[in-house]
């Protein structure tokens, strides 16, 4: 009488031991990663509901010193310890553009072509020593490069260009442009790798040189890459404190002339926080300039991924 056939996996079967270990152990790492991620938007939500909880009596119009309109209106002076009390923003926001459009003017360009070097013309021996170079100056404290620009940058820009000022703003986006440029560098990089090989291939093919194949092919191929790139770098610059800090001079002055000093928000609250009274009105007006500079850099990211999301889309058809 001929033997039974063993079970087969089927349907109706049990699972094996082996596939069912590896089901749980995938539901155990999936739960663990949702676990982490939800701890990390739920630090970042707490940390804005507090600052907003701290800036509240302003926005609700319960200090005496200024209001939320005033903040916004004239006199547009920034003086918080005088007789007279003034809490301006205006100021504050045209000297934190000022900065940021000048460290964008000067680091754009210079990590866009490094980037589009490394990915496009450069050896494969050399790539591999200029993108961790680069990277590793991202991982520079900010004190040290505010202190050199401070220390060098500042002296030798008043002199080859016969400034009054030796801090100002141009000085301290030249300064801040060194901070951003690995951001702005690295995510373009990888942007520019990540276009498909095909592209560069068809276009060669057609009769394209190296050169245009990467100006017309792989860089609108990447855009989307590449303006995530100066979204972070915006960011990073309209939030760096201790750079604009050291080198912008500290003048809350409203000039648009970026040879002259200016002061930040972030530097604004790095400077004053540690000196006003707690629950204060001046403690009140810093929390809402915290308020405003996440307001602002949560603008910034939403405005990128909209922006992406439509280059994608007219580029691959899919956001």
């Known amino acids: 009488m001929p033997s039974p056939d063993p079970p087969r996996s089927g ?11 590896r089901r749980r152990l995938d539901t155990l790492a999936e739960r663990a990663i949702f676990a982490v991620s939800l701890a990390a938007i739920s630090i970042i939500f707490l940390i804005f509901v507090y600052v907003a909880r701290e800036a509240w009596p302003l926005i609700a119009g319960a200090v005496e010193e200024t209001s939320l309109g005033a903040m916004f209106a004239g006199p547009l002076d920034w003086q918080p310890v005088s007789a007279d009390p003034r809490f301006s923003v205006i100021p504050l926001l045209v000297g934190t553009l000022k900065v940021t459009l000048v460290a964008m003017a000067v680091g754009t360009p210079v990590a866009l072509a490094a980037a589009l070097y490394t990915a496009e013309f450069g050896p494969a021996r050399l790539r591999e020593w200029i993108k961790p170079v680069v990277e590793l ?3 520079i404290p900010s004190v040290v490069v505010g202190f050199f620009a401070l220390i060098v ?22 300064g801040l442009s060194l901070a951003i440029i690995p951001i702005i560098y690295t995510v373009a990089e990888d942007a520019l790798s990540s ?6 291939e068809a276009s060669l093919a057609l009769g394209a040189s190296r050169v245009q194949t990467a100006v017309r092919v792989v860089v609108p191929a990447a855009s989307p890459g590449i303006g995530a790139a100066l979204i972070l770098g915006f960011g990073r610059a309209v939030g760096e404190t201790m750079i604009v800090l050291m080198v912008s001079g500290n003048a809350a002055v409203l000039s648009i ?22 629950g204060g009105d001046h403690y009140r007006v810093l929390f809402f300039l915290g308020v405003l500079l996440f307001i602002i850099t949560s603008g910034l990211n939403w405005i990128g991924d909209r922006v992406n999301a439509n280059l994608r889309r007219r580029l691959f058809g899919t956001a």
């Open 11 to 21: 349907s109706g079967a049990p699972p094996r031991t082996g596939a069912g270990w």
């Open 195 to 200: 276009v498909p090989r095909t592209y560069k």
């Open 137 to 139: 100056l991202a991982g």
């Open 153 to 174: 940058l500042a002296s030798w820009i008043q002199d080859t260009l016969g400034l009054t000022f030796r801090l100002n703003a141009f000085t301290a986006g030249i």
């Open 257 to 278: 002339d970026p040879f002259t000093g200016a002061r930040t928000m972030s530097a604004t609250i790095a400077a004053e926080l540690g000196e006003v009274i707690f």
